[in-house]
RNA sequence: CGAGUUGUAGCGCAGCUUGGUAGCGCACUACUUUAGGGAAGUAGGGGCCGUGGGUUCAAAUCCCGCCAACUCGACCA
């Protein structure tokens, strides 16, 4: 590409491998995401940031919902009295609560926490509800902001407050609220990789890194692009803690009252701040498009000339009525600074429409993923009506199709994929748009997925483990299960243990760290 | 909560050593010319110099306190 000027915004993130945590808040500022609230540690979503949120969260739900759970809604306020009875629970998070102790002047009978997870107060519920293992499994959700006023804050991954998603869960076995727990974490598995093109390591936490109170947890840990591990969602079988705690009891077949076995799970508006870390480049953001609030940006060139606008109009409200996320770009600036905006904030695919364009009957379209290599001119209007040749009635655009592509060497191009779709019957322009967003999408995935996996190095023992965490690589290590060992890695490497793979496939006999009996395949790394 | 750094226009900064009219770039407003990779001209608007006290004829500038933010640790989704 040819050497541009250097000014604004690209200069300013031009460092990213410098100084990665800097680009971070630099990019989410300027591309006005958030903005820093009054109260320390405190992130006002702007519509662009929250517009990522509210799509987010509605494909998430749709997974939710389809497992079987209901959304419910419980008060922010617990009494104190709740957050003591899990004796682990409170010791997690007594530091970290607000507390509620007046109402005007008059100090309140018995204080409040402002929640920092509703677990307490939707256990009191449960045991009120919960009588027969008639009324099991119970499996609820819920959409609700958290508080939890931590000592070092960044925009999305550590606020002191954040909105999330918690869901509870009482079974009348501890298999089936093992299975929960799993099932749950897979579904943010899938949802990672398809709608946020993010691939994730699941797996189960150490006891040093597992939650308040609960028997264990698994997580899903994202890399992000200067190799540190970011935990983008956890799921907890909370075994029979709770239950005892808040006396959650069922009369079971047996006719004996047994405890309820209990899960919880959730992801945050963390998960934007991954996906912004695991995609952005040193233009800015690059959003998969499934929760871009908008897909496409149409730029007008020489708006002020007869019939630009109003062509821009016409194929935005085209696109817009097939459901695209579409919007024309009326401001008074030149195309270049438009472009870069464009590309700043992450927006999938930007379609640039001139008197030229419109003389000739395209449009020019450039993938945010792509850039230059991924810029074409495609025919405006509809393809439908003329014969390109080469007719395939059953266009398979099936991500399986572009694997094998890709993996193909390099042969594949992004104009090859625009010959598949376009020069064949049936193919219109929203339709064209529309495939290109869903390759898009996978393009970013496989695109994160090599990047994972070329950053993940295994380490036999402790000079190895110190290289690699070095290298800022994931360290796929061996570990005999002592607490010292993790502390020792904190300690000297400044990295922690991530997570135990569900693949348990020894890789070496000996703990990296001490060298004694290796027991579990675990992931050392940095971390936010 | 410990260590270090910094507080001057919306953002980024200069001015402070050596006290004397509040500055620059970007952004913002109006008009004109522009427009296919970050445009140009002309004219404007915007300040309790973080905050409280002190020294002085005079404080952004010197002294003391406080507050806040950032970076690094410890803690965490």
């Not at 109003?310 to 935005?316: D, F, I, S």
Request: glycine letters at 6%; one cysteine or more.
């Amino acid at each position: 590409m040819k050497e541009q000027k250097q000014v604004g915004f690209v200069q300013d993130i031009a460092n990213l491998n410098d100084d990665f945590a800097q680009w971070y808040t630099d990019v989410i500022l300027k591309t006005k995401l958030v903005d820093y609230g009054p109260v320390k540690g405190t992130m006002v979503m702007r519509p662009y940031g929250y517009g990522i949120w509210e799509l987010l969260r509605d494909e998430l739900d749709k997974r939710i919902k389809e497992t079987g759970h209901e959304n419910t809604y419980f008060p922010m306020f617990i009494p104190k009295s709740f957050l003591m009875k899990e004796a682990e629970h409170v010791e997690g998070f007594a530091p970290e609560v607000a507390l509620v102790t007046h109402v005007g002047n008059e100090e309140l009978g018995e204080h409040l926490v402002v929640r920092p997870t509703s677990e307490t107060i939707i256990c009191d519920m449960f045991s009120k509800w919960i009588k027969s293992y008639r009324d099991l499994p119970m499996l609820i959700n819920q959409w609700a902001n958290v508080v939890r006023m931590e000592k070092t804050t960044r925009p999305f991954l550590r606020t002191s407050e954040f909105l999330w998603q918690e869901g509870h869960t009482v079974h009348a076995t501890d298999e089936e609220a093992e299975f929960e727990t799993i099932k749950m974490l897979n579904v943010y598995v899938e949802f990672c990789k398809n709608i946020l093109a993010m691939p994730v390591l699941s797996g189960k936490k150490s006891e040093k890194e597992k939650f308040a109170g609960a028997r264990d947890t698994y997580s899903i840990e994202a890399m992000m692009k200067d190799g540190k591990s970011l935990q983008a969602g956890t799921s907890h079988n909370l075994g029979q803690n709770f239950a005892k705690a808040f006396n959650i009891k069922f009369l079971d077949k047996d006719g004996t009252h047994k405890f309820g076995y209990q899960t919880s799970w959730g992801v945050t508006t963390r998960l934007i701040g991954a996906l912004i870390m695991v995609h952005g480049d040193q233009r800015g953001l690059a959003l998969p498009p499934p929760v871009a609030p908008i897909q496409i940006q149409i730029i007008p060139i020489a708006s002020q000339k007869a019939g630009v606008k109003q062509a821009c109009e016409k194929l935005r409200k085209k696109l817009a009525s097939k459901g695209l996320r579409v919007k024309v770009d009326l401001t008074d600036e030149t195309p270049g600074f438009k472009f870069n905006e464009c590309e700043m904030k992450g927006i999938p695919i930007r379609i640039e429409l001139g008197p030229r364009d419109i003389e000739n009957g395209v449009a020019t379209i450039v993938r945010r993923d792509k850039l230059e290599d991924g810029k074409l001119q495609i025919p405006l209007h509809d393809i439908s009506k003329k014969d390109y040749g080469n007719a395939d009635n059953n266009p398979s655009h099936k991500i399986e199709k572009y694997l094998d592509i890709l993996q193909s060497n390099n042969v594949y191009t992004f104009k090859k994929f625009y010959d598949q779709l376009v020069y064949k019957k049936g193919y219109n322009i929203s339709k064209f748009l529309e495939e290109l967003l869903s390759e898009i999408t996978y393009d970013m995935y496989v695109k994160a997925e090599k990047n994972l996996h070329d950053n993940i190095a295994p380490a036999k023992n402790l000079e190895e483990l110190e290289k690699v965490i070095n290298d800022n690589k994931f360290a796929l290590s061996m570990w005999c299960g002592e607490r010292e060992c993790e502390e020792k890695v904190k300690k000297d490497f400044a990295a922690s243990s991530r997570n135990m793979p569900f693949d348990q496939t020894k890789i070496h006999d000996k703990c990296s760290v001490c060298g004694k009996d290796g027991k579990f395949k675990i992931y050392f790394a940095k971390a936010y």
